[in-house]
């Protein structure tokens, strides 16, 4: 698979960060949220089988609206720490969901990803096409050493995904999310970046 990445002002502070980003893989584009994408975002993350393993949602108009504006506000950060991704197919430039890298400790180089998909698009291998590019992204722009994803239990389809990008199950953490109401389990899955370069 190619993927290019392109960028605008590479910043070497820290670990470096890229204010904005464009990575294009066979059949998707990975950028930047604008405003423009109300809507789409809208459409899945109001969808209740969407976020049914998500902390949040199913999202009002205002949730979403706050989510764009927070994350067009995090693209000017200077060291930038979280990168949400919009995920648009590059046939029709529908966008389709989101994927998030996020730097959770720095002095280990580690950081952590999590995505989102319109149910329309499932079942595609959007998820993985577009993961392996974040991966990627991670180790090599963001020169992260760990890159870990939680899964609940139930979410087989995301544990596919997880798997199928070369993330190794490492263990089971007992109910330490309250998750509407409830108290729920998670899978812990990992990739470091020497074996990124052997299965993504």
Known sequence: MNINISYLNLNYLLLGRLVEINIETEKLILREFVKGDFLSIYNYASDPEVVKYQPWGPNSEKDTQLFLDQNIKCQLDNPRYDYEIAVVKKDDNKLIGAWGIHLSNLDNREGWIGYCYNQQYWGNSYATEAAKAIIKFGFKHLNLHRIFATCDPDNFGSAKVLEKIGMIEE??????????????DSFVYSILEQECRDSV
């Open 171 to 184: 263990g089971r953490l007992r109910e330490n999310k309250l998750q509407k109401g409830e108290w729920r």
